[in-house]
């Protein structure tokens, strides 16, 4: 981490400092032609970075398969319309991944940050530098970003645009496009042909590298894709909004307030009505309380237009300052949500003379704000009264909503009061009186404080206010519609404004009312037409259903997806012994991480059959992937007679396992081509053609009727004469006979394996008169047919018997006795050929003892595990034991003759 | 609204079997995505499907397994058959042998799912009229006679798909709201999630089925 921050660092220009960086994954919306395609989310690398006193967020793509290299997707100036929320609603249950949501403007962009210090580090940082944007006095400047993007030109930020409603068209394209539109020309030398073409396709398969549930939090996914579909299912409702500004100046109201607040035809839908100087006691001043309230409140509501049924809202007062909202009994049920807040200003930044009180309420699904403030007063105080302004924006926050809301957390926000701003100094009191006797306001507003400090975009940047076509509301000798004649002879000022900010507000009325004289201000109103968004259910219901149906199908794309080379792998013929192989590509196609593995079948003991196996049987896949699976098959002593009999055959449907997905079967098969190896003494001394040359039913007739509990209803005992031995065996020994006797090392070296599998394949498809290969190689043949008969000669009935006879020779024949014919044939054979082999131990250099270890694992083997003893057998030995009491069984025969 | 994080208060266990080429792929895919997949490939294995409906208020998630139809994956598929809530079991209303072995089917839907698990008939393809082969009344009587749900559906046009997979989740609903379904027995098929932790739901949680055939 830190080395990457280092190496950022370097690509930055000097003076841009790197605070913090955080990884996390982007949630957008795909657009098409305007049409969301699809949820998607993406690698994203926040950097936030400060170059003097302000401070910007970068966002670099994260590129997929270089894991440092980064591409600058968009820059966020932490502004004052900056916001940045942890996405609470979801803090309350059980979900480990952070939200953070982060908007300026129209630009609403979704992270997901896996939880932990880093991430809180982070928060905390571009929170931080959050706050000291908003807190900052000077004008915003963030024209150092250009050179992040130079095609981009950042709304401008000292031109005026006060005046001009919606100046955010020029802003930044909305977040849904998953665009790449910057990136930056100093980023750009170190590899053009990395950078210049971002990979649109990367996303696909980039997305939820990390997490194992890409649909976490579903449900504030849902409230954030409604959020961003609003203007899809809601309707703008216009209503009217009367705001009313009066600095009362601690006067009583003498006189009506219809004059103020029913000049219009027709009844506003709301009343914002704000006050300031309602009581200049020092009893309301200290203790907040004042009989004035109530006064105030009772002549507003006889005001009130009288073709309108109104329900107050809400009133809140701080000293001086009141502002009471009324609304129409109509909308009432409309309401929700009503809050309000007080924010002092005056005597150490707290008391109550200067500073703001506000109402907030959600209408349908449209939030409202109204503020009433009185700022600093005195001509010369402009910078006392823009810290006023910053102070009320910045700690006004009504708490008990949920999530809390400040000022700019609206849609519309309505700011009335008396702000305070005068003419500029330098302007001669008589030249003034002069301009407004000709009603030449134009002239005299180029003097206005407020429009100087808006202009400059010091204070309210984003609000409007309506031209201003009246006398300066301030300051009048009480009683009388005649300018300060008092000693002060102030100049006269427009103190009184109405302004607002958001979305779907039209202008229809701006005023004074010199008419009402009881303060040394007049009134002021403004008449508003304001769209409140109205939900259409039908509409929302089947947005809400898309959205559902969205994340349905993300959710069904997320799932784990493989694709497999073939799903039907045949290993055509296969030979006993000899092993093959074959490659399945496993290759991950979906979005996420696959964990795949081979899974047992219902009862089966293991993932496949024991002539195959799977390297490796489990494995994990990123997306893009490849795996390589080897299949190999292998059939061998363990396997070989189940298939000569038909109890098994080269068929299996392996089962690759998806952790969390789906499943896919690969059939694997083969041709298994049968083999004198493998098979029974009983099949084998029935066969008087080559095994090939044996129809494969009947070998698996003659194998079954070997073994009648097998298969009970095949006793189908074919009186054909059946052979002493198995011709094999014949064949195998016969060749040791005539070329092996006088071979020195018979039996002790080792054959090779192309010849061993000559001589079987000569073994199985004739009756040859000689057989392939050296002599080694035949002698490893005899002992390898011996062990893979399906029973020793010994069968496993015997073996007991015979191990524990092994001392004396007369109990060792009794055990021979016991043998079927066949066996005692097949054994007798054996021992005159190992008798035979001693004689020529001069030549061949074996003796008895080396012999006799040999044969007697061959011929005397153990049962395999799952044979059925008897109750009686137990064979626990230990393998020197069992290696001892074989050699000394078969010793026995060599040393004396069967047929005394 | 629900303010849980599952976004749904009970999972239900699908499976869907009949003959190979019968539709069942492409019924899932109508109902998951509300498309029809032309050139539907063989299913070799067992694909998964995913979707959140809503019966009586309640949000449920489905979870289906689509079978293989071959015959010689018959043996493996029936791994699967454990622990679902709901069967749909799919014949083509143009081949009267998908139809023919609808009892062989059936018996392995009873023998392998417990007595509770919801069984629905559907007969796919009702868009091909004109190549009918099996007629509404006989296969109403085989429904009838074998206490099975029964609907014609198109997987092409997406008729009635929509009303087998949400009249299989209201019945199995149902018999969770009259008690004949035991939540807390095994493969029951169905798992309830806690709408807020600790909130109106007891500690103990029904075991959760085990996924497919993990066996």
């Given at each position: 981490m830190e080395s990457l921050i280092a190496n950022l660092q370097a690509q930055l220009p000097s003076g841009h400092r790197i605070v913090t960086i955080s990884f996390s994954l982007k949630h957008s919306f795909s657009l098409e032609a305007g049409l969301v395609q699809e949820w998607i989310r993406t690698n994203r690398l926040l950097v936030l970075v400060e170059n003097s006193t302000e401070s910007a967020l970068l966002i670099y793509i994260v590129s997929k398969n270089v894991a440092d290299e980064f591409s600058l997707e968009r820059t966020?100036?932490?502004?004052?319309?900056?916001?940045?929320?942890?996405?609470?609603?979801?803090?309350?249950?059980?979900?480990?991944?952070?939200?953070?949501?982060?908007?300026?403007?129209?630009?609403?962009?979704?992270?997901?940050?896996?939880?932990?210090?880093?991430?809180?580090?982070?928060?905390?940082?571009?929170?931080?530098?959050?706050?000291?944007?908003?807190?900052?006095?000077?004008?915003?400047?963030?024209?150092?970003?250009?050179?992040?993007?130079?095609?981009?030109?950042?709304?401008?930020?000292?031109?005026?645009?006060s005046e001009q409603p919606t100046s955010a068209a020029t802003e930044l394209q909305p977040s849904s496009q998953n665009c790449h539109d910057a990136i930056p020309a100093h980023l750009n030398h170190k590899s053009d042909s990395e950078l210049s073409s971002p990979d649109v396709t990367a996303h696909r398969s980039s997305i939820a590298t990390g997490g194992a549930t890409p649909i976490a939090a579903r449900e504030s996914v849902v409230r954030y894709q409604m959020a961003l579909r609003e203007t899809a299912y809601t309707d703008l409702r216009q209503i009217s909004i009367f705001l009313g500004t009066y600095n009362v100046n601690g006067q009583p109201p003498t006189s009506g307030l219809a004059d103020w607040l029913s000049v219009d035809k027709d009844p506003p839908d709301i009343y914002a009505v704000g006050?300031?100087?309602?009581?200049?006691?020092?009893?309301?001043?200290?203790?907040?309380?004042?009989?004035?309230?109530?006064?105030?409140?009772?002549?507003?509501?006889?005001?009130?237009?009288?073709?309108?049924?109104?329900?107050?809202?809400?009133?809140?007062?701080?000293?001086?300052?009141?502002?009471?909202?009324?609304?129409?009994?109509?909308?009432?049920?409309?309401?929700?949500?009503?809050?309000?807040?007080?924010?002092g200003t005056g005597l150490m930044g707290k008391m109550g003379?200067?500073?703001?009180?506000?109402?907030?309420?959600?209408?349908?699904?449209?939030?409202?704000?109204?503020?009433?403030?009185?700022?600093?007063?005195?001509?010369?105080?402009?910078?006392?009264?823009?810290?006023?302004y910053l102070d009320i924006c910045n700690r006004l926050v009504f708490s008990t909503t949920f999530p809390s809301k400040a000022i700019k957390d609206h849609d519309q926000v309505f700011w009335i009061g008396d702000l305070n701003y005068r003419l500029s100094g330098d302007l001669d009191l008589l030249r003034v009186k002069d301009l407004l006797d000709q009603s030449n306001y134009q002239a005299l507003l180029q003097y206005d404080q407020f429009r100087a400090q808006h202009a400059a975009r010091k204070i309210f940047v984003g609000y409007q206010e309506g031209p201003i076509l009246f006398r300066p509301s301030y300051k009048y000798d009480p009683g009388t519609d005649n300018w300060d004649t008092s000693e002060k002879n102030r100049a006269p000022a427009w103190c009184d404004r109405c302004l607002w900010k958001g979305d779907n507000v039209q202008f229809k009325e701006y005023r004074s009312h010199p008419g009402l004289r009881m303060s040394d201000h007049?009134?002021?109103?403004?008449?508003?037409?304001?769209?409140?968004?109205?939900?259409?259910?039908?509409?929302?219901?089947?947005?809400?259903?898309?959205?559902?149906?969205?994340?349905?199908?993300?959710?069904?794309?997320?799932?784990?997806?493989?694709?497999?080379?073939?799903?039907?792998?045949?290993?055509?013929?296969?030979?006993?012994?000899?092993?093959?192989?074959?490659?399945?590509?496993?290759?991950?196609?979906?979005?996420?991480?696959?964990?795949?593995?081979?899974?047992?079948k219902h009862r089966d003991s293991k993932y496949c059959k024991p002539w195959l196996a799977c390297e490796p049987y489990t494995g994990f896949l990123m997306p893009g992937d490849n795996s390589y699976i080897t299949l190999e098959i292998l059939v061998d002593k363990r396997t070989a007679w189940s298939l000569n009999s038909g109890l098994d055959e080269l068929y299996d449907i392996l089962v690759l396992h998806l952790d969390g997905g789906k499943d896919i079967f690969i059939t694997v098969s083969g041709n298994y081509q049968k083999s004198c190896f493998g098979c029974s003494i009983e099949a084998l001394i029935q066969m008087h053609q080559p095994i090939a040359q044996v129809a494969p039913e009947t070998v698996c007739q003659l194998e079954k009727a070997a073994y009648p509990s097998i298969d009970p209803g095949n006793d189908s005992d074919s009186k054909q004469p059946v052979l002493a031995?198995?011709?094999?065996?014949?064949?195998?020994?016969?060749?040791?006979?005539?070329?092996?006797?006088?071979?020195?090392?018979?039996?002790?070296?080792p054959g090779l394996s192309t010849e061993i599998a000559a001589i079987r394949k000569t073994l199985d498809e004739s009756l040859p008169d000689t057989l392939p290969g050296s002599v080694h190689s035949v002698a490893e043949s005899l002992l390898i047919f011996l062990e893979t008969l399906k029973e020793p000669i010994i069968p496993f009935s015997l073996t007991q018997k015979a191990l524990d006879g092994c001392g004396a020779f007369p109990s060792c024949k009794t055990v021979y006795s016991c043998l079927p014919l066949s066996h005692?044939?097949?054994?007798?054979?054996?021992?005159?050929?190992?008798?035979?082999?001693?004689?020529?131990?001069?030549?061949?250099?074996?003796?008895?003892?080396?012999?006799?270890?040999?044969?007697?694992?061959?011929?005397?083997?153990?049962?395999?595990?799952?044979?059925?003893?008897?109750?009686?057998?137990?064979?626990?030995?230990?393998?020197?034991?069992?290696?001892?009491?074989?050699?000394?069984?078969?010793?026995h025969f060599l040393v004396n003759d069967l047929d005394d | 609204?629900?303010?849980?994080?599952?976004?749904?208060?009970?999972?239900?266990?699908?499976?869907?079997?009949?003959?190979?080429?019968?539709?069942?792929?492409?019924?899932?895919?109508?109902?998951?995505?509300?498309?029809?997949?032309?050139?539907?490939?063989?299913?070799?294995?067992?694909?998964?499907?995913?979707?959140?409906?809503?019966?009586?208020?309640?949000?449920?998630?489905?979870?289906?397994?689509?079978?293989?139809?071959?015959?010689?994956?018959?043996?493996?598929?029936?791994?699967?058959?454990?622990?679902?809530?709901?069967?749909?079991?799919?014949?083509?209303?143009?081949?009267?042998?998908?139809?023919?072995?609808?009892?062989?089917?059936?018996?392995?839907?009873?023998?392998?799912?417990?007595?509770?698990?919801?069984?629905?008939?559907?007969?796919?393809?009702?868009?091909?009229?004109?190549?009918?082969?099996?007629?509404?009344?006989?296969?109403?009587?085989?429904?009838?006679?074998?206490?099975?749900?029964?609907?014609?559906?198109s997987a092409k046009t997406g008729d009635n798909v929509e009303d087998a997979f949400l009249e299989t989740a209201k019945k199995i609903y149902q018999n969770i709201q009259d008690g004949s379904l035991d939540l807390n027995a095994a493969e029951s098929g169905v798992q309830h999630k806690p709408l807020q932790p600790g909130r109106n739901q007891p500690q103990n949680q029904p075991n959760p089925t085990k996924e497919g055939c993990a066996c």
């Open positions: 966020i100036p932490l502004d004052t319309e900056f916001k940045c929320e942890i996405d609470t609603a979801s803090a309350n249950i059980v979900t480990t991944d952070i939200f953070l949501k982060l908007s300026r403007k129209k630009v609403h962009l979704l992270f997901e940050m896996l939880p932990g210090f880093k991430a809180n580090k982070f928060v905390d940082e571009v929170v931080k530098a959050s706050e000291v944007a908003n807190k900052k006095r000077a004008p915003p400047n963030f024209s150092w970003l250009e050179v992040y993007n130079p095609q981009l030109v950042w709304e401008s930020t000292t031109g005026s645009d006050f300031q100087e309602l009581d200049l006691s020092k009893e309301a001043f200290l203790f907040n309380e004042t009989p004035r309230e109530e006064e105030w409140l009772r002549a507003v509501i006889r005001g009130l237009h009288p073709k309108g049924k109104y329900r107050k809202v809400k009133l809140v007062r701080l000293v001086g300052m009141m502002l009471i909202v009324f609304i129409q009994e109509k909308h009432w049920a409309y309401v929700r949500g009503v809050a309000s807040e007080f924010v003379n200067k500073g703001g009180v506000a109402i907030r309420l959600d209408l349908h699904n449209s939030s409202l704000c109204f503020v009433n403030s009185h700022l600093a007063a005195h001509t010369e105080e402009v910078e006392r009264r823009n810290q006023d007049k009134p002021v109103s403004c008449l508003l037409e304001c769209g409140v968004k109205i939900i259409d259910t039908v509409r929302y219901r089947r947005i809400y259903e898309e959205v559902m149906k969205k994340l349905d199908k993300l959710e069904n794309e997320f799932l784990p997806q493989v694709s497999v080379d073939s799903t039907e792998i045949n290993f055509g013929n296969v030979a006993f012994n000899e092993g093959a192989t074959k490659i399945l590509t496993v290759a991950n196609t979906g979005q996420v991480p696959v964990q795949y593995e081979f899974i047992k031995v198995p011709k094999e065996l014949w064949f195998l020994l016969d060749e040791l006979y005539r070329r092996g006797m006088d071979t020195p090392g018979l039996f002790e070296q005692q044939h097949v054994f007798k054979h054996i021992i005159s050929f190992l008798k035979e082999v001693l004689l020529h131990s001069s030549k061949n250099g074996l003796d008895a003892k080396t012999l006799v270890a040999l044969f007697g694992s061959a011929l005397i083997r153990l049962p395999p595990p799952n044979y059925p003893l008897g109750p009686s057998i137990s064979l626990s030995l230990n393998q020197p034991h069992l290696d001892r009491k074989r050699c000394m069984f078969i010793h | 609204m629900s303010a849980g994080p599952y976004n749904y208060s009970y999972i239900f266990k699908y499976i869907i079997i009949g003959d190979m080429g019968v539709g069942k792929s492409c019924l899932l895919h109508q109902f998951t995505e509300k498309k029809f997949m032309a050139d539907c490939p063989h299913t070799i294995g067992v694909e998964f499907g995913t979707r959140i409906i809503e019966v009586a208020g309640q949000k449920i998630k489905l979870q289906i397994w689509d079978t293989a139809g071959q015959e010689r994956f018959r043996a493996v598929t029936r791994s699967y058959y454990r622990g679902a809530a709901g069967a749909l079991l799919v014949y083509d209303i143009t081949r009267r042998s998908t139809y023919n072995h609808l009892s062989s089917w059936l018996s392995d839907a009873r023998n392998l799912t417990n007595p509770n698990t919801v069984i629905f008939l559907i007969g796919n393809k009702s868009d091909l009229e004109a190549q009918r082969d099996v007629t509404y009344e006989e296969a109403k009587q085989f429904a009838d006679e074998n206490e099975l749900l029964f609907i014609e559906a």
